[in-house]
């Protein structure tokens, strides 16, 4: 039996101030308001065990501290004019936070339940903080925190900024210490910066790169879609496959160490590489989610800091290994040009578009893995040998979505227990289940062969 109450976090004397939205803040802005009711499958959701449970009062006194430490926490965006958008930090305030009370047994399915209902809702940034808090509560103390992120105020690099903060703060640390040993970039900072005549010259350059990008590449990656007749179908559903790897896990690491680049290099090339053989187009592009985290006030942000980077690979389904090394090279110039006001950047890729100059920008690539965390942070490396473990792949159709807009295909790199995760959704009319497979145990094929050629150790 479950009981449920109200309590609030009070937040007082926090910075406060307004200005214009950062580069970040209108770019996911712009996306989940477009899509209205399927917005909260951008929600960012979370469920952490409390060990020890403690008692709720401690429990919000730390959240206190975490919002006076990051000012998105406490952001609500409006939009200004025609083309505006501002955000409104707020010095004071209350966020709700709802308390579930039941027994011990059932506290993980309570837990579960609560993020369901906290994730599935959108998030009014107009009036609403951009974080929902529950607790679940048993024998006077909790067990259980439930949090949900909205995506226009922090990106998952931040949530896992939010996350170790948070720990930190568990542990004894104040907002004030935070502030000293890691200061965060706060979105109003961020907004100055982009406003300053740097920041406009960054823009201008970003934006000068896509268009140039764009008008090189190949109009049509895929030059015999799986089935065209669908595209006209504005209710096909498309499917999301996950492929998991314990193989890959090993094999990524083994490849990147040999060629002197990084995992995520290797598992771009590879795909690209893929790409390229099943396309028939010998030019790739890719809009790969860039986290904009290289210095380190950005690298402790908790906000929307990670934009799109165009990444084109020419050439890319000529050798494997060749392919990985070229992606290290290209995607430092790509990655240079992920910040930038996406809204300009829209209405100029627009008039590409309508001309007949805009190359196809419809595959997208999320490694959303945290940089320096590997597969194995919390679970023991598998001690079985290379070859063994690439019997040990899976493959699941866990769902369907609706049509997404300017999408034939989008693959997110997930951590996984022992294991690396390949999530993929695809449009039909470009690619179908069988295509898919392909593609994913192609990727996975191609850098497993490369470290078995190594040798097995």
């Known amino acids: 039996m479950t009981t449920v109450n109200e309590q609030t976090i009070r937040l007082d004397s926090a910075r406060a101030g307004t200005g214009p939205a950062t580069w970040g803040q209108r770019a996911i802005w712009g996306v989940v308001t477009r899509l209205g009711d399927d917005a909260p499958r951008y929600n960012l959701p979370t469920e952490l065990p409390l060990t020890p449970p403690r008692p709720a009062a401690r429990v919000l006194a730390e959240l206190t501290e975490l919002l006076h430490l990051h000012d998105s926490l406490h952001t609500r965006l409006l939009p200004a004019g025609e083309d505006g958008l501002e955000q409104v930090v707020d010095g004071s305030g209350e966020l709700p936070v709802e308390v579930r009370r039941c027994a011990v047994a059932e506290a993980p399915a309570v837990a579960a339940g609560f993020l369901k209902e906290l994730a599935g809702r959108p998030f ?57 040993s890691r200061p965060a970039l706060q979105p109003l900072d ?49 499917p999301n496959a996950l492929l998991r790897s314990p193989a890959l896990a090993v094999a990524v690491e083994r490849v990147a160490e040999h060629l002197a680049v990084s995992d995520a290099a290797v598992l771009l090339g590879a795909a690209s590489h893929q790409l390229a053989r099943m396309s028939g187009s010998s030019d790739v592009l890719f809009q790969v989610v860039v986290g904009n985290r290289f210095q380190p006030a950005a690298t402790a942000a908790v906000s929307t800091v990670a934009q799109e980077a165009l990444f084109r ?22 990655f240079r040009h992920a910040a930038y006001d996406k809204w300009a950047l829209e209405r100029e890729v627009a008039l590409l578009v309508e001309r007949g100059e805009a190359a196809d920008h419809s595959y997208w690539w999320n490694d959303t893995r945290d940089p320096g965390s ?69 990727v996975e094929q191609s850098i497993v062969a490369e470290a078995l050629a190594l040798g097995d150790a």
């Open 190 to 238: 961020a907004a100055a910066v982009q406003a300053s005549p740097l920041g406009r010259r960054r823009d201008e350059a970003a934006r000068r790169y896509w268009c140039e990008q764009l008008a090189a590449g190949p109009r049509r990656i895929f030059r015999e879609p799986a089935a065209p007749e669908l595209a006209a179908d504005p209710h096909r559903l498309f």
């Open 374 to 442: 590997g597969p194995f942070d919390t679970v023991e490396r598998p001690r079985e040998a290379l070859g063994e473990l690439a019997g040990r792949t899976e493959l699941s159709w866990p769902t369907d979505f609706p049509a997404r807009v300017n999408v034939s295909m989008a693959v997110d790199v997930l951590t996984a227990p022992g294991a690396l995760d390949l999530a993929m959704t695809a449009d039909p009319a470009v690619l179908d289940r069988a295509g898919m497979e392909r593609f994913l145990r192609g």
């Open 313 to 334: 690979l020419p050439d890319a389904g000529r050798d494997f290994v060749d392919a990985v090394r070229r992606t290290r090279s290209v995607s430092f110039g790509a």
């Open 124 to 180: 009014d940034h107009t009036r609403e903080w951009p974080l929902r808090v529950g607790l679940v509560e048993c024998e006077g103390l909790v067990h259980r925190l439930v949090l949900t992120g909205s995506h226009a105020g922090m990106d998952y690099w931040g949530l896992v900024r939010l996350l170790r903060d948070l720990r930190s703060i568990e542990a004894g640390a104040t907002a004030a210490s935070l502030r000293g």
